[in-house]
């Protein structure tokens, strides 16, 4: 897994000062990629899902989607979890928010400090659907940094975010979760019909 990385940039980097070349960690380091996406599923009592697709731009990351079956007009907690793991009925598994900047929870929207996977709380309307589009910025896709989202969860929660109480924002249970993959590339060629199988006319 990631945590493995970590170790070589950080002596990548020591190696680098200590000879005075500066670009040396940076080597390591890919380019972001375009797109990518989670697929949000409800854990175990709950009905949330919704798609959460993410993309670099030249400020941050784009996160945008749709979320249904949340509690009709609720506001949810909604934040990047430290690890890609959704598979506990209660999705404690995803761990705690992604922060590699140990700053304290905080609200993404102001420049007050805040975990890098802080993000605005989902807001629902009165069929229990949410549509979504905003940035956070901080974070990369991709690149293989410390600040990289690819491959953390994102997760929503029964209760809206305080933006304020330690460490979690006091949001409640987790009622969905997904974790952040690389879009599929686009299928450049027409998939083909499938013919159904000729079957003899049925009779009368
Ligand atoms: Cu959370």
């Not at 070589?8 to 000062?17: E, P």
């Not at 993410?54 to 690890?83: K, Q, W």
């Not at 924002?169 to 993959?181: L, M, Q, T």
Request: hydrophobic fraction near 40%.
């Amino acid at each position: 897994m990631r945590p493995s990385i970590l170790p070589c940039l950080a002596l990548a980097a020591a190696v680098s000062a200590a000879f005075g070349h500066g670009h040396a960690a940076a080597a390591d380091m890919k380019a972001q990629i375009n797109e990518a996406r989670a697929e949000l599923a409800p854990t175990q009592g709950n009905r949330a899902r919704g798609t959460v697709t993410v993309s670099p731009d030249n400020r941050g990351l784009r996160v945008s989607g749709t979320v249904a079956n949340l509690r009709a007009n609720g506001e949810h907690g909604f934040h990047i979890h430290a690890v890609g793991d959704c598979s506990a009925a209660d999705a404690s598994s995803a761990g705690d928010h992604f922060n590699p900047g140990n700053h304290n929870h905080g609200n993404p929207g102001t420049s007050a400090p805040h975990h890098a996977g802080d993000m605005p709380n989902l807001k629902a309307d009165a069929r229990g659907n949410a549509s979504f589009a905003f940035r956070i910025s901080g974070v990369t896709l991709g690149d293989g940094g410390e600040a990289d989202v690819l491959g953390k969860a994102i997760v929503i929660h029964a209760d809206a975010d305080d933006y304020a109480s330690q460490p979690a924002g006091n949001a409640g249970a987790r009622i969905a979760c997904g974790v952040i993959e690389a879009a599929p590339a686009p299928t450049l060629a027409p998939q083909p019909v499938q013919e159904p199988p000729t079957t003899e006319p049925a009779a009368g």
